[in-house]
């Protein structure tokens, strides 16, 4: 069939939005007609050349819409279910799966950082007939997708599934980073620096769970403004202070117990680190370009902080993804004030050139 994606031909070059073909899903397939996609930062990473990927590629990895096919064979998703598409793809047999870490997923992993699906072939071709590889077993900019079964995540009706699409990644990421991978205690002392969409989410994970002091670290004060409306008790603009020493400062001279990276860079993981208490977490949720490496003074680590990598919020896409939809719908977790414009497809490379100049939070594709 055919479809109308956005594609990245070459790296700092403007997405072009063109026809492509679609295949229909194959055994173990969904193919989901989209009904919106945001516009995430890593897909900046992307045509930046910051994160290795195979070339010509439809970006775009967070998303909801409605299945329109089923692949051969038995599926739990069926033909008009309400999806939030999830961009690890579990196998749900591998050690990661089976123990309880899906977004691990060994099988999930190779295929889709090649831009393939989960047999390593891609359902996309252009009109000469080459083939264009899929971001994150998704790409969310395309009117319509061929995704892993595994990756749709049905939702209930009586909420509007437009929003939900920022469950898929922003959400996902940045709740679950404090919620899964820092497991944030009641009461806790929570630092999250970088206030975009990551870390907007964090903060509100973070007051999801209880945390006592939430502390909102940026540069610009539009994003603090915003982190004290998601739940931050406190904000710290780092273009002001040093920012450690005032993280310290604030809690009495004992540091954060847990402190959230939502930038990317070594120098701002350094400081989450610093800012520790003993025995304090820091989880570094930002993407760093390739091969960027941090400096970190040792002798912290002696009294127990702890330095921990976060991959997609160590979500688990069939249990988590209901939970968030569910608390959205209870009025508890904010969607709608994540997105701060609505966008035709055509108007994608400006949404990216958004984050380039630091406005909004959320550019939401509407198909």
Known sequence: MRTRAAVLREFNTPLVVEEVELEEPKANEVLVRMVSSGVCHSDLHLVQGHIPVNLPLICG???AGIVAAVGP???TVRVGDRVVLSWVAPCG????????RPA????????????????????????????????????????????????????????????????????????????NTGNVQLGDSVAVIGCGGIGLNAIQGARLR??????????????????RRFGATH?????????????????????VDLAVEAIGHPETVATAVRSLCRGGTAVQVGVAPYGSELTVDMGLMIDERKLLGCYYGSLRPAFDIPRYVELYK???LLLDELITAEIDQEDINGALHQFEIGEGIRSLVRY
């Not at 904000?235 to 540091?255: K, Y």
């Open 330 to 332: 209870a009025g508890k």
């Open 93 to 100: 047999k591998c050690r990661y799966c089976a123990t309880g």
């Open 210 to 227: 209880g945390a006592g002091k939430i502390i909102g670290v940026d540069i610009a004060e539009h994003k603090l403004e915003a982190a």
């Open 73 to 75: 064979g038995p599926s």
């Open 104 to 179: 691990l997923c060994m099988t999930a992993i190779g295929p889709s950082w090649e831009g393939r699906l989960q047999d390593w072939t891609s359902r996309f071709t252009d009109s000469n007939g080459e083939t264009i590889s899929h971001s994150m077993m998704l790409s969310t900019y395309s009117r319509d997708v061929t995704v892993p079964a595994s990756a749709a995540i049905p939702v209930p009706d009586g909420v509007p599934l437009g929003p939900l699409a920022v469950i898929g990644c922003a959400v996902s990421t940045g709740v679950g980073a404090v919620v």
């Open 235 to 255: 904000t710290v603009n780092a273009s002001e202070v040093e920012t450690a020493e005032t993280l310290i400062a604030m809690t009495g001279g004992l540091g």
């Open 61 to 63: 990895h967070e998303g």
